[in-house]
């Protein structure tokens, strides 16, 4: 009964998510790099994270509340969850600038 709820909670694998959006930017620069239409996947890229950065923190949220209160919430995991926030944040706000401020141009 409680390997049950141990298996079902997002306790588990915690570090994967966050993982997975550190390495969002570094993966689109990639694709960047071998696209012929970098313009189009830089839209595509921002655009994304407009619906994907709310759902993130929300989960970030919950996670961070869970291991509080377990006790397993260090200063490492707290930065890690901190940075692998910020990075597509600031992927969302050059994307935000770059649409404002070059829409007449295209």
Known sequence: MVGENDS???MKGSLLIPSIALGYVPLVLFLLSLSTDGFGLFLYSGAFLVLLLPIYAVYLLQITRQRRENGSLTTFVVIFYIISFLVPLFWLLMYAWFVT???GIV
């Open 8 to 10: 079902q909670s997002p």
């Open 101 to 103: 401020n070059f829409n």
